[in-house]
């Protein structure tokens, strides 16, 4: 052989002969292996995985297995993984194990919506396709096996997938030795020369002719792709083509060929072996032992077909449930994540609500904190303007001292309140002189001024504890307490003589004012408002009378002090 000067190039070509021509492909491994330490660490991966392939197809399986799963976890090639896992649904679904081969056949189909690699997408779906046309899923294998059919990358043709397709169609009892696909198929693989592919689909072509009944064009085929068969020396195909002879020959009534080939067929297998193939090559020989009359012959075949009818019986309903329990479990693991996500959602939403409601009970506390200032603010305000009322209701407007209502009122209070402790107090009535000129001369606005005025000068002469008040429009009203009547006189002439005294100058304007007062004593008296009242004006009334600006107290029986 020419020595390998690519060997990258070489595993390439090495792996595309794997069908094509297989003995080849056997030589080819075993030449880059003589190569191996001057490989790189891809091209000794590829290499590992090739021996795997080879591995298998010799049917070793526990081997081709273990060689693969290293292949998939640490080669760190992606297209070498996916080609390997695509073989490995087929190890693990020839070895029975569907479980494990459903498994990863959910496992690879979840991966292929992020598979961009052409190469590594049609692996993948090829697998998927022989996989589930081993579940019995017909129309799901045939629908990955379209899929693999329409995105055939370079380097790979039509005939695996349009194989698989024949192969999903024959297996769901849904193909004739007539139908277009299985011919479409048989063409593909054999325009681009691969043995093997053909061969399988020769010998399901075999297959139908004979349940069709027509042994003869069955015998045909079986002799003209014997050659190939043998050539390549692939198990299952041998197998199956050496029992298609014996049927062919049972069909044609020529017993003793029929049983010598199902003899072969039953010889290639090996003790405990389960096989559709198996059991039909029993029921040829149990047909044959019956129509020659050897009964004991035939029980003994009966009995091997039973079991094997019941093995390939539990076969397929292994299949089935296996198929069954790996989606089931796919299904569980999916409700899980959403029952996982589910309750972490709302794990979120409670934490959430819990943050909201920290948010809302400050805010409420924030709230109620802003309603009570302006609750209290509020109260405050009205207070104040409470305050403010009460005060401008007890005032005179004009001059700010008590109104004539406000003065009787304490007035009376404050005399209640002395009258217990016996107190001396004296009240005052002021009226100003010939008020009328005034406002008649200078005018009402000049009028107000004097009148404040007036108060002003009063004040001065007054204690913090006395009451001052306006009774009416020029009239005025104290209430002079812990005051003898002597002092209440002498206090109202001082008050007098400081009016008299104190003229009003507004506008460059001088006017002089005087006032009559009228002054009326508890010690005289007694306590009473209304007799203090009463008498006070009669003094006033008395002081205008006899001639005005001047003090007048206690006019009862005429006896009255003038100032
Ligand atoms: N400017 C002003 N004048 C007032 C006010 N209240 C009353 N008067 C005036 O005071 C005057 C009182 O006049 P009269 O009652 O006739 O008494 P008088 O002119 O003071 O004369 P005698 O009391 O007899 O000395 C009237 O002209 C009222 O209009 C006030 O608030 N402002």
């Not at 899923?137 to 059919?149: F, P, S």
């Not at 043998?230 to 029992?243: D, E």
């Not at 198929?323 to 299904?331: C, D």
């Amino acid at each position: 052989a020419a020595p390998v000067t690519n060997p990258a190039q070489f595993l390439d070509q090495t792996e595309r002969l794997r069908t094509v021509d297989h003995p080849r492909f056997v030589q080819m491994l075993e030449q880059i292996h003589h190569e191996a330490p001057r490989l790189t660490t891809d091209e000794q991966w590829h290499l590992r995985y090739l021996d795997a392939w080879e591995t298998m197809f010799e049917g070793n399986y526990a081997t081709s297995e273990a060689e693969l799963r290293d292949v998939i976890d640490h080669s760190g090639d992606e297209t070498l993984a996916a080609k390997a896992s695509a073989q490995l649904l087929n190890n693990l679904a020839t070895n029975r194990r569907y479980e494990e081969a459903f498994a990863l056949a959910n496992r690879v189909a979840s991966s292929l919506p992020q598979v961009k690699d052409p190469l590594v997408r049609y692996t993948l779906l090829t697998g998927l396709s022989q996989m589930l046309d081993f579940a019995g899923q017909t129309d799901l294998a045939i629908q990955y096996a379209r899929m693999a059919e329409d995105a055939v990358p370079p380097g790979e043709n039509l005939c695996r997938p349009l194989s698989m397709q024949a192969a999903a169609l024959y297996n769901g009892k849904r193909l004739t030795s007539a139908s277009p696909e299985l011919q479409r198929a048989i063409d593909a693989c054999v325009a681009v020369g691969d043995p093997v592919f053909a061969n399988a689909m020769w010998l399901t072509l075999g297959s139908l002719y004979l349940d069709e009944n027509q042994p003869v064009k069955a015998m045909a085929l079986l002799d003209r792709i014997a050659p190939g068969i043998r050539a390549n020396h692939y198990y299952p195909h041998m197998l199956s083509a050496q029992v298609e002879l014996a049927q062919a020959y049972a069909k044609l009534g020529n017993d003793n060929d029929a049983r010598k080939a199902a003899l072969a067929a039953v010889a290639m297998s090996h003790t405990g072996d389960i096989s559709e193939w198996l059991m039909v090559a029993y029921d040829v020989l149990y047909q044959v032992e019956k129509r020659q009359g050897h009964g004991a012959a035939a029980l003994s075949y009966y009995e091997h077909y039973v079991t094997q009818d019941k093995g390939n019986l539990n076969d397929v309903s292994a299949r089935a449930l296996a198929y069954e329990v790996a989606q089931q479990q796919m299904l569980v693991q999916k409700f899980e994540t959403e029952k996982l996500s589910k309750q972490n959602s709302i794990l979120q939403l409670q934490q959430a609500l819990d943050t909201k409601a920290v948010e809302a009970g400050r805010l409420y506390i924030a709230l109620l904190l802003v309603v009570l200032a302006s609750v209290i603010f509020w109260l405050y305000r009205l207070k104040l303007s409470q305050l403010r009322f009460k005060k401008l209701s007890h005032q005179d407007g004009l001059t700010g001292i008590f109104n004539h209502q406000h003065f009787i009122t304490e007035a009376d209070r404050v005399l209640r309140v002395l009258e217990k402790k016996l107190g001396l107090a004296c009240l005052v009535s002021i009226d100003l002189d010939h008020f009328k000129q005034v406002n008649d001369t200078h005018g009402h606005a000049i009028g107000d001024v004097a009148l404040k005025h007036i108060v002003v000068i009063c004040q001065q002469h007054l204690r913090p504890t006395d009451l001052f008040g306006r009774l009416g429009g020029e009239e005025f009203g104290m209430l002079l307490l812990e005051c003898s009547r002597n002092q209440g006189v002498a206090i109202a002439n001082r008050i007098r003589l400081a009016i008299e005294a104190t003229p009003v100058e507004t506008d460059g304007r001088v006017l002089s004012l005087s006032a009559s007062v009228g002054v009326a004593s508890t010690d005289a008296f007694g306590y009473g408002l209304q007799r203090l009242c009463r008498e006070a004006d009669a003094a006033l009334y008395r002081a205008k009378r006899t001639g005005r600006n001047r003090v007048i107290a206690d006019t009862e029986n005429d006896d009255f002090v003038e100032a």
